[in-house]
Every structure is written in C-alpha cells, then in structure tokens.
C-alpha cells in the first residue's frame, strides 16, 4: 500500500506578492498539485516565481465535489498544496472544507504560516488585540445583518469583518447604528501601493466611507469593544427614560432593555439594574 500523501495549507500574499515566505514556494514547488481558489490569481504568484507545478480550481462552486477526489488522490499518495486567492486558506474561504475533509480522512495537514488580512487589518487598525470576534462576511440582507450584530453588541472584544468595497459605505452605517459612538476602522488595498486605514469615532468613519463612490479593493471592518464599565459616568435619568420611551412604543420591557443597552453601548445588564428600579 502506497505511503499517504498530505494536504499542505499555504499562506500566500494578500497584495505584495513578495510577502510569500521561501517554505511556501518550496511547497508549492514541491507539490504535485497546487488546489487554488483561484487559479488565475495563482498564476501570477506562480509566474513570479518560476513555479510551474499544475494548478487545479477548488473554490466555492467546485469544493464540495473536489473535496472527495482530493482526499482520495493525497490517500494515494499525492501531496496537495491548499492556497486561497489572497492570504490565509481556510479564514472565511471554502478551503476550510477541504481541510476538514482531510482531517476527517486521517490525511495529514501541515499548514504553512504567512501573510493573514484578518491579523494584518487588527495591527493596522490600533484597536485592541486582547480579544478579537472575527465575522467573516456580514448578512447582505438588513434585516438578517441588523439581527447578527445585535448579538455582538455586548461582547467585550474588536469585532472583525470582511467586506466587498461597494457595500462597505451600507456595512458601516448598519455597524454605526449597532454600536454607535464606538472606535472603528476600515483597512483596505493592505501591503500595496495604495493601502489605506480610516480610524476614528464610527458616526464619522461611516459618513467619510459612505460619502465616496470609487472605493477600491479588499476590505477590512474593525469595531473596537465596548468601553469598559466605569470609565463614562451613566446618567441613570437618562436611561430610565429610553428605556420607558421604548416601553411607550410597545416593546417588552426586556427588548427595550436590550435596545438601551445597544444604543448606549454599555452593558445589558447594567441597564436592566437602573430599569428594574424604576420597575418596582
């Protein structure tokens, strides 16, 4: 029975196509397939270097049906170079399919480190790295995007996003109504010509985003943590009467609750604690 082969993860440039360490070329060189997002990007990485192993497409439309005859093809033996179209395979690309199919198989898996947009846009950004909730790409429908950041509006940590640069201006303002008066970020065209981060309260990174109608390239959404309690005296008047405004208007004392909550952005529990004062 022929030795395993492996699936090896390549990190590869999300710009420059010098940021590619020599163990990725190597691998690349090495591997009797290189299973690429995209093979045309690849190309020109592989062209760069003189690489001219065969390339094979495994993206969204052709995963679910490559995955098996990938796997079967490393059980024969065959190693299996993974790459995505930019950075990281895996971080919300359908890479991460193969992977798990490979490990499911008992096919060894080494991955490569290198270049990450994810950790390259947190760097960039300044806000804080202690925690980070990475989101991949939000919801395209309103309705579906505002229930999913609802959710994230407590959670202490820098929340993280990709976004396509036509609807990061419609992306920032849904984060602004979901979070407002917090630190944001938008990092995009990272390690090129042209890389550009916009940092500042998120009402105003929203409108200087939203007012531009040429945007280029990939792009990053970072939303800083909510501040840390204690830091900005809450003005206890002031939530009692949001929370009854809301009340008024017909929402259940625990919807208006979590609405005051996300609107100040400050704890929910916090405000429960004020309205149940006034409750009793």
Same mark, same amino acid.
């Given at each position: 029975?022929?030795?395993p082969g492996r $699936?090896?993860?390549c990190?590869?440039p999300i710009?420059n196509?010098?940021?590619v360490? *020599?163990?990725v070329?190597?691998a690349l ?15 020109? $990485? ?12 495994c993206d ?6 490559q995955a098996?005859?990938?796997?079967e ?10 790459v995505s179209d930019?950075?990281?395979p895996?971080?919300s690309?359908?890479?991460?399919r193969l992977?798990?199919?490979?490990f499911d198989?008992?096919?060894p898996v080494e991955t ?6 994810l950790?390259a846009?947190v ?5 804080p790295?202690?925690r980070i ?7 395209r429908?309103?309705g579906?995007?505002? *229930?999913g950041?609802?959710a994230?509006?407590?959670l202490?940590?820098?929340l993280v996003f990709?976004?396509?640069?036509r609807?990061a201006g419609a ?14 970020a938008?990092?995009?065209? $990272?390690?090129?010509?042209h890389e ?5 309260p998120?009402e105003q ?7 531009r109608?040429?945007?280029?390239g990939e792009?990053v959404?970072l ?6 309690p ?9 939530v009692r ?6 009340i ?5 004392r625990?919807? =208006?609750?979590r609405q005051? =909550?996300?609107d100040?952005?400050i ?7 004020i309205a149940?004062?006034?409750?009793r």
């Open positions: 029975m022929p030795e $699936l090896v993860v990190a590869t710009g196509l010098g940021d360490t *020599r163990r070329l190597d060189r090495l591997a009797d397939t290189v299973a690429a997002e995209d093979t045309r990007v690849t190309r020109k $990485l592989l062209a760069r270097y003189d690489i001219g192993t065969r390339l094979e497409r969204e439309h052709t995963v679910e049906r098996p005859a990938l796997v093809r490393m059980q024969a033996g065959e190693v299996i170079a993974l930019a950075g990281t895996g971080v690309d359908p890479g991460a992977i798990a199919a490979a198989a008992g096919v490569l480190p290198g270049a990450s947009a950790l846009a760097v960039a950004s300044g806000l790295m202690q909730y990475f989101g991949g790409f939000l919801p429908k309103a579906e995007r505002a *229930r950041l609802e994230l509006a407590a202490d940590a820098t990709f976004e396509s640069p609807r992306t920032l303002t849904s984060l602004a109504e979901a979070f407002p008066r917090r630190t944001a938008l990092a995009r065209e $990272l390690t090129k010509l550009e981060v916009v940092r500042g998120i990174v929203a409108a200087e985003i939203g007012a109608d040429n945007l280029k792009v959404l939303v800083g943590p909510p501040g840390p204690g830091k900005a005296e809450v003005d206890s008047a002031d009467a949001r929370v009854e405004g809301r008024a208007e017909g929402a259940s625990s919807t =208006a609750v005051v =909550a996300r100040l952005g704890p929910r529990g916090e405000v429960y604690e149940h004062q006034t409750a």
